[in-house]
T-cell receptor, first 112, second 114 residues
Framework: KQEVTQIPAALSVPEGENLVLNCSFTDSAIYNLQWFRQDPGKGLTSLLLIQSSQREQTSGRLNASLDKSSGRSTLYIAASQPGDSATYLCAARTGTASKLTFGTGTRLQVTL | DTEVTQTPKHLVMGMTNKKSLKCEQHMGHRAMYWYKQKAKKPPELMFVYSYEKLSINESVPSRFSPECPNSSLLNLHLHALQPEDSALYLC?????????????FGPGTRLTVL
């Protein structure tokens, strides 16, 4: 059974800092790994999706990497802004069906 | 248009009530999903519909009954719920063609069971 964990659980940084969020998964036989953002009480917004054959994906200030062999993915946020404050979730897609297993989330606060 | 809509936004119901949650997408996606999310927890998959057929039921109690009337609509019928069923219910959709699919989520329905 796939288990996904995220470290740290919470993070507070001043505006402008670069930061890294970590995601670990136990079953390396994944199809892809997806990073989401969730604002309090809201739905999920897809940020980046990395296929199992890829090493990284970039979108604006966000860069996500994937190392299947070690069961890890990282989300790098450059020049953080207060608007980046949210919970960030990673999710691994495994199995023959469209099942996503979500990580425990990292709650990020970017302060002025 | 990458929007998944859900209605209602909030729902309060008693344990003897029958209610339904609705989800809609017009992206031509053929896979649709229901997730349940408790406070400060990650979403947990409940059901997956692929090409309007139920393909995954994650051992969800029968008081939750999904329905996919057509490729754009997904319903979740609720009956005789328990207070512990109070949660944010999220709908998602994806193209449903391959493992490259990105899942797009709706804003959720906040359900409170009294």
């Amino acid at each position: 059974k796939q288990e996904v964990t995220q470290i740290p659980a919470a993070l507070s940084v001043p505006e402008g800092e670069n930061l890294v969020l970590n995601c670990s998964f136990t079953d390396s036989a994944i199809y892809n790994l997806q990073w989401f953002r969730q604002d309090p009480g809201k739905g999920l917004t897809s940020l980046l999706l990395i296929q199992s054959s890829q090493r990284e994906q970039t979108s604006g200030r966000l860069n996500a990497s994937l190392d299947k062999s070690s069961g890890r993915s990282t989300l790098y946020i450059a020049a953080s802004q207060p608007g980046d404050s949210a919970t960030y979730l990673c999710a691994a897609r495994t199995g023959t069906a469209s099942k996503l297993t979500f990580g425990t989330g990292t709650r990020l606060q970017v302060t002025l | 248009d990458t929007e998944v809509t859900q209605t209602p936004k909030h729902l309060v119901m008693g344990m003897t009530n029958k209610k339904s949650l609705k989800c809609e997408q017009h992206m031509g996606h053929r896979a649709m999903y229901w997730y349940k999310q408790k406070a400060k927890k990650p979403p947990e998959l409940m059901f997956v519909y692929s090409y309007e057929k139920l393909s995954i039921n994650e051992s969800v109690p029968s008081r939750f009954s999904p329905e996919c009337p057509n490729s754009s609509l997904l319903n979740l019928h609720l009956h005789a719920l328990q207070p512990e069923d109070s949660a944010l219910y999220l709908c998602a959709s994806s193209q449903g063609r391959s493992s490259t699919d990105t899942q797009y989520f709706g804003p959720g329905t906040r359900l409170t069971v009294l």
